[in-house]
């Protein structure tokens, strides 16, 4: 990790470009707090829902199904075996494949997508 006291604060031209990890995570979290903030937060979360409507209904369907215990969410990555988060990938978003998902911990779920 950058040591924080030789990067953190850094300036270009007078604008600020780098914060630490710690640093802008708190940073966030009291935007997100501020008026400005949530509505920022919901205008990128209609964006983001309106460009990927078959994602976002997948994942809708895929988690009533496991909050109504109609699909059941394995406690390990079906690929490693941890016992780690687990997170369903889809292989395809199409009309009656939205349970039809594997099982991976983050790390596997992000080396699956940098494939």
Request: hydrophobic share 25%.
């Amino acid at each position: 990790m950058v040591d924080r006291a030789v990067k953190h604060g850094k300036s270009k031209g007078g604008v600020r470009y780098y914060r630490c990890n710690p640093c802008n995570t708190d940073h966030m979290r009291k935007y997100y707090r501020t008026k400005k903030g949530r509505e920022r937060v919901g205008v990128a979360a209609k964006k983001s829902y309106r460009k990927y409507k078959k994602k976002q209904y997948a994942r809708s369907v895929l988690n009533q199904a496991v909050q109504a215990g109609k699909v059941e969410k394995p406690k390990s990555c079906s690929k490693c075996k941890e016992r780690k988060r687990i997170d369903g990938h889809h292989e395809s978003y199409a009309r009656g494949f939205e349970l039809d998902v594997i099982w991976l911990c983050r790390t596997c779920h992000t080396l699956l997508h940098k494939k």
